[in-house]
């Protein structure tokens, strides 16, 4: 594997971590000490191992009653406290980003954090911190994560991970790392065993998972990046990833998880498998030794009572089975979760009041009024893509008194409930039915229920004196056979002033996309009723990158509105959008190209050694745009209001000091003038962007800064961007560390990622 550490430290193959002096000197690391160093072998092998597949939760440990330590529960996810009763269905991830809001981020961990610590889960899985990063827009498991820059996903975690672990909740942030696509995460064997992980088009028993194959710089400058920044909250557990890096299992590898993770960057907590890494990795030895310190699901195999006897025959060393528990049992101090904690209260494997070994099922609802933060993230995520029409007869928002023509499924509810059907499982890429709030897998959540768009609709319909006409039917597969459909959408449409098309794009876990088009026909769908009529708004419900040419080149398609993966407030949030009681202020967190071929494909090629190669270097989303010069249809950070905002006065600080300064350390401050020009009150997201000297290697430019700004009519506010030394180094590949290079940096200022208005420079 390619040397990727800027302190290398060869200490052998087994290795135990150090700390920093802070660590060793913590209350609970001293006491973990001291608690290891009292248990057995036996009880540690408990600890460090999982009860297997079947358990109360997503994963849990094995007690040890003789110190009063529980079995730590282990639950999903990024998207709140999945398969459980009394919970609520957040916004995924990619909507909370889509706010560019660090408080609104803030807050919904929060809120999740009480839900998980309500239910007595001491471990969330979550947030996304970057795996994926969203490399490529056909990976089915993007949407869980805060979008495609490392810089804005890091920040985003960071905030994400303090949210959960303010509650003492211990957040796990995920995958680590590079984990960019679905197909071959599991090797041939474990997906012919468990049949869910995902396509293997090899169809070889023997085939190994994919490789994600990168260079040391960008592994440095993309990949860890948001893991990097969320480090600075202190997370206390992190989950590596399925793939390999350059040949070696993420969960084996002790370069990533030794070197870089545990010694270089200091992490004091423990590194948890994803669910049965260590089967795919194929050794207990292999992965202990080389960092992971926690096997799950675990259950009989690998780990466990193995663990005791490769420590007794000296296979594993007795002060790495130490460290790996001593890691643990501080993350379960260090929360605080040995005094007053909640015990589990549920059962994710059954509804039962019940199960069959006695747990029982409380039934606690610890929603609170939780649903308050998931609608205003709803409402704040929303990006408005088009509105040419806004103030006339048409366009957004919408009119009172209006006539309005609904037509799609994805305006209405699924049938069988919203917990029905693809949204918890891990479902083939199928057809879905009703509207689309989160995707599905290991990252979606448990619905108490979903105000779905027409529900919405209809129940504001007397406030706004609207006539509401829906045909929840999706455009047919045979026009001919489907004649009726089309019948009733021309009835629909007749005497309507406005037509809402509701569109969407689903995936999830265990599968990748296959097209970038909207499901269900929607661009059939959007150009028939666009023909006949001639203000139609446009509504995507989306999992990510999907094409809106034809939305965007129709001439009868006045507005198009983004809304996401909003979650349980869905409708809710849209009509406060649509009425124009919200001014939409969400931004495009990944960059829409007009061609889906200029994208970065997911690897199919049959082989039993499957490869991802990272050719593109750190040329991905709209860093790619730029250097390739790519038609871009909608860009990174864009997104409309309905009012406007003007941008003035750049001002930059001299630089000093950064010769000597930590790359944490603040060295210069931007600053720039945003007035609101238009006649709404509204929120605009300023975005920094910086340019390398030339010959760096550097992307054209690349995110380093952001702010969101409330402002009335023509009131003007200064914005202000802390700019830190590791925003202006790279990574030299020769000398295995950072640097900054020499020569003139360009700041620009603006509203995206090509709206910047304002440029300054300054040498280095």
């Not at 466990?304 to 060393?317: H, W």
């Not at 006539?467 to 004649?483: E, R």
């Not at 023909?531 to 990158?545: E, F, L, P």
């Amino acid at each position: 594997m390619l040397a990727i550490l800027s302190v290398a430290i060869a200490i052998g193959a087994v290795q135990v971590n150090a700390i920093s002096v802070a660590q060793q000197n913590s209350p609970a690391w001293q006491r973990a000490l001291n608690l290891t160093s009292l248990m057995t072998n036996e009880e540690k092998a408990n600890i460090t191992t999982g009860t297997g597949l079947v358990a109360r939760c997503s994963g849990n440990t094995s007690p040890v009653a003789r110190f009063n330590i529980p079995s730590l529960c282990f639950q999903d996810g990024p998207a709140g406290v999945r398969a459980v009763d009394g919970t609520s269905a957040f916004a995924a991830q990619v909507n909370a980003a889509s706010t560019w809001d660090i408080d609104l981020i803030y807050q919904q961990a929060l809120a999740m954090g009480a839900e998980f610590r309500g239910k007595g889960v001491n471990v969330a899985l979550g947030p996304v911190a970057g795996g994926p990063l969203g490399r490529t827009p056909y990976n089915g498991r993007n949407w869980e994560g805060y979008g495609s820059d490392p810089y804005l996903h890091g920040i985003a975690a960071y905030h994400g991970v303090r949210g959960i672990q303010d509650n003492g909740v211990i957040a796990t942030p995920k995958h680590f790392i590079a984990y960019e696509q679905e197909t071959y995460r599991w090797t041939g064997v474990l997906n012919a065993v468990a049949g869910i992980g995902g396509p293997n088009p090899s169809n070889n028993t023997n085939a190994e998972q994919i490789s994600s194959d990168l260079s040391e710089r960008t592994l440095r400058e993309l990949y860890l990046w948001p893991f990097e920044e969320s480090l600075a909250a202190k997370p206390l557990a992190i989950m590596c990833s399925y793939n390999r890096i350059n040949g070696t299992d993420a969960c084996a590898d002790g370069t990533l998880l030794n070197d870089l993770l545990k010694e270089e960057l200091e992490f004091p907590g423990f590194v948890v498998s994803d669910w049965l890494s260590v089967f795919m990795a194929g050794s207990t030895n292999r992965t202990m030794n080389n960092g992971l310190d926690l096997d799950m699901p675990g259950g009989e195999g690998y780990w466990g009572s193995d663990l005791v006897t490769q420590v007794s025959n000296g296979t594993i060393a007795q002060s790495r089975l130490d460290d790996a528990v001593t890691r643990i049992l501080y993350a379960y101090l260090e929360a605080g979760q040995d005094v007053g904690y909640p015990a589990v209260n549920y059962n994710s494997l059954t509804p039962a009041a019940v199960d069959a070994v006695g747990n029982v099922n409380k039934y606690l609802n610890v929603r609170a009024n939780h649903s308050q933060i998931i609608r205003k993230v709803g409402e704040d995520s929303a990006v408005l893509l088009k509105n040419v029409a806004q103030n006339a007869t048409g366009g957004l928002p919408l009119k009172s008194g209006a006539r309005l023509a609904i037509f799609g499924t994805d305006a209405g509810p699924r049938p069988g409930g919203p917990n029905y059907g693809p949204t918890n499982g891990y479902p083939a890429n199928s057809t879905n039915n009703g509207t689309v709030a989160l995707g599905s897998g290991s990252g979606s959540a448990h619905f108490p229920y979903l105000i779905d768009p027409l529900a919405a609709i209809t129940g504001a319909a007397d406030l706004q004196k609207w006539q509401v006409s829906p045909v929840l039917l999706d455009y047919p597969a045979n026009v001919t056979t489907g004649a009726e459909i089309l019948n009733e959408y021309d009835a629909a449409m007749s005497g309507a002033d406005t037509c809402l098309v509701f569109v969407s794009s689903f995936s999830g876990e265990g599968y990748d996309r296959t097209t970038l088009k909207f499901d269900n026909r929607g661009d059939q769908l959007i150009y028939y009723v666009a023909s006949r009529c001639n203000n139609t708004v446009v509504v995507s419900h989306i999992v990510g990158v999907t094409n809106f040419e034809v939305p965007f080149s129709h001439p009868n398609v006045t507005a198009i509105l983004n809304a996401g993966l909003p979650g349980q407030e869905s409708g809710a949030a849209l009509v406060s959008v649509l009425t124009g009681n919200t001014n939409p202020s969400g931004k495009l967190v990944y960059t829409i190209l007009q061609n889906d071929n200029d994208y970065i494909p997911v690897n199919k090629t049959a082989s039993s050694d499957p490869q991802a190669v990272f050719t593109e270097g750190l040329l991905t989303d709209y860093r790619a745009a730029d250097a390739m010069n790519l038609p871009v249809r909608y860009p990174f950070g864009y997104g409309l209001s309905y009012t406007t905002f003007g941008y003035s006065n750049i001002k930059v600080t001299n630089i000093t000091g950064y010769a000597s300064a930590v790359r944490s350390q603040t060295l210069m401050n931007v600053t720039a003038t945003v007035t609101n020009t238009g006649g709404l009150a509204g929120r605009e997201v300023s975005q920094l962007y910086i340019s390398f000297p030339s010959g760096s290697g550097e992307p054209p430019k690349v995110l380093r800064g952001f702010t969101k700004s409330s402002l009335d009519p023509t009131q003007s506010t200064t914005v202000s961007f802390p700019i830190r030394k590791k925003d202006i180094q790279i990574w030299n590949e020769t000398a295995h560390s950072w640097q900054v290079p020499s020569g003139q940096f360009t700041i620009s200022v603006g509203a995206s990622s090509r709206n910047l208005p304002l440029t300054s420079t300054f040498v280095i």
